[in-house]
């Protein structure tokens, strides 16, 4: 009998540690395809090594544990450097170290886990927090996390990032443009950016690229009769 | 032949643009006084459709966007406040310390429904009762009743319909868990319809509805004072009477307030109110009708006569009745 309730919690626990993995994953994914400084290691961390990393004397995942930092890479700080102007003759990329933190309570999470990680992400100077938690936060919460002057904090749930959505078949390629292509693109086909195409900033694939208001995407699909086709997207 | 200068002006002014140009040209822009002229004059550089009355419209809804934002913000603040009372554990809710009362109440004033809404939900996040002034946690039903949606209540015996049997309730399961007790269920709910629906920057300065939030316990002592204060006198009522007059400069002021477009927005998200009397003009007022002859058969449908029918019907009866005999 003992034996039986502890196969079946042993089940449980498996079962949860192989969501978190494939989280896990999808996180390092995103952060690859975001343009962070990512090791292939990392990026192929198996099922077995995750679970001996992360796993408590139970084999249920310590979410504690699990944190993240990752640093821009030259290409991205490229991408998100605003173009030279007269007032800013020498602009900064608008992006830096990246923190992800999971939230290891298991429900109700409001505004007092949303303040504590407001805190880390203002105390050590990351740049872009990202918070994953189990289930849904409350209103208040979201208000909060947006809160923070100067820094971007986003949030997921873990079940939204089970799978990585943009390794769909269907979902066509999105690749940021930096400012310099975006003019580039504008003065191209002599647009304005209110002309183009427009995308939201709550699109999934805009929040899994942690998009901001103002860019534009350039969408790469399929197409049958010209073997590719491309369109563009400004984020609104 | 004369060279032409420029292209001819056309006189009709067809164009949307052209007429508010028009518009414009003939009203002053209003000078906003937070804004000096060189200040505007930075900000219409390199604008030249641009003038200083399109940069008055456009700091007035920029105001207007940052008001709310305060206000949600404000909002947002008082909701993490809020979920610190009541600071003792053993604070009765039926009689709640008065100082926390007022915080609480005075609190509550800026939020909507669903602000408070999402403010129960906090609570019931950190274990609380949904009730603000409550210290109790809130209820969770037994592990056996975990995977129920809804929860069956049993009222005493004797209170079902005829006086037979039990009342029965079926209530969603996280309705329930959201309080300690169906008592403090009623006191927060009771909180929760005298919450103003509109967002508190729209709110009017002397919109006093939403004002004075009353516990449960408040209301219903003035409740039962009520009655003995309901056997007037024949002084009182003409008093009372006395006071629904709307000559009473308090009242016509609240009559007259009408959200103009232009007004100031004020830094807490509150509109600042100018009020400007209309005046009467003293036209000539109208008479009563007066009655003409023609009015006693009903007179004309707008100004048709219909015939009278009345005097064809009995005679086609008449042969009716006279072919059956």
């Known amino acids: ?236 | 032949m004369a060279p032409s200068q420029g292209p001819p002006k056309s006189i009709l002014k067809t164009s949307l643009p052209s007429a508010y140009a028009a518009v414009n040209a003939e009203q002053p822009a209003p000078h906003h006084s937070s804004l000096s002229q060189e200040e505007q004059d930075r900000y219409l550089q390199g604008r030249p459709g641009a003038n200083a009355r399109h940069l008055d419209i456009a700091l007035q809804h920029a105001q207007q966007i940052q008001a709310q934002k305060d206000a949600e913000e404000m909002i947002l603040d008082r909701t993490v406040e809020l979920l610190a009372i009541p600071a003792s554990s053993s604070a009765d809710p039926a009689s709640p310390s008065p100082e926390e009362a007022r915080t609480f109440k005075s609190a509550l004033v800026s939020f909507r429904p669903t602000d408070y809404d999402n403010y129960i939900m906090e609570r019931n996040y950190e274990d609380l009762c949904g009730y603000g002034l409550c210290p109790r946690k809130n209820r969770k039903e037994s592990a056996n009743a975990r995977g129920q949606t809804f929860h069956f209540k049993y009222g005493v015996k004797g209170s079902g319909p005829g006086g037979r049997g039990r009342s029965m309730d079926i209530v969603p399961r996280e309705k329930l868990e959201k309080w300690c007790s169906d008592e403090c269920a009623e006191r927060a709910l009771f909180i929760r319809v005298q919450l103003a629906e509109e967002p508190v920057w729209e709110r009017r300065a002397s919109d006093t509805r939403s004002m004075r939030i009353l516990l449960l316990e408040e209301a219903r002592a003035k409740r039962q004072k009520q009655p003995r204060a309901e056997s007037s006198s024949a002084v009182e009522v003409t008093a009372d009477m006395e006071n629904l007059k709307i000559q009473d400069p308090d009242r016509s002021r609240e009559l007259a307030l009408e959200r103009g477009d232009n007004t100031v927005i004020h830094r807490d998200g509150r509109v600042d109110i100018q009020i400007n009397e209309k005046e009467h003009g003293s036209g000539p007022s109208a008479s009563a009708p007066q009655w003409r002859p023609e009015d006693a058969l009903g007179g004309s449908i707008e100004g048709h006569v219909p015939k009278e029918l009345g005097n064809k019907r009995p005679t086609q009866d008449e042969g009716d009745l006279l072919d059956q005999i």
């Open chain 1, 1 to 236: 009998m003992d034996g039986e309730i502890a196969q079946r919690s042993g089940d449980e626990a498996d079962k949860e540690m192989t969501r978190l993995w494939r989280t896990w994953r999808t996180v390092y994914e995103m952060l690859s395809d975001r343009g962070y400084e990512v090791s292939d290691d990392e990026l192929q961390l198996s099922l077995i090594d995750f679970k001996h990393k992360y796993a408590d004397p139970m084999g249920y995942p310590d979410r504690t544990k699990m944190k993240i930092q990752a640093r821009p890479t030259e290409e991205m700080k490229m991408k998100y450097t605003a173009l030279p102007s007269k007032s800013n003759p020498t602009p900064q990329p608008d992006c830096g170290t990246i923190y992800v933190d999971f939230c290891p309570d298991s429900s109700g999470v409001g505004t007092k886990q949303v303040r504590a990680f407001n805190h880390i992400v203002d105390e050590s100077n990351f740049h872009t927090g990202v918070f994953i938690t189990q289930t849904p936060i409350s209103p208040s919460a979201v208000r909060l996390l947006s809160g923070i002057p100067g820094r971007i904090c986003e949030h997921f749930q873990e079940q939204d990032l089970l799978v990585n959505i943009t390794r769909h078949e269907l979902v066509p390629k999105h690749v940021l443009l930096s400012p310099e292509e975006k003019a580039r693109l504008l003065e191209r086909y002599r647009l304005k950016e209110s002309q183009l195409p427009r995308m939201q900033v709550s699109d999934p694939v805009a929040r899994y690229l942690g998009l901001r208001r103002g860019q534009v995407v350039k969408i790469i699909r399929k197409s049958e009769t010209a073997g590719r086709y491309a369109s563009y997207r400004w984020v609104i």
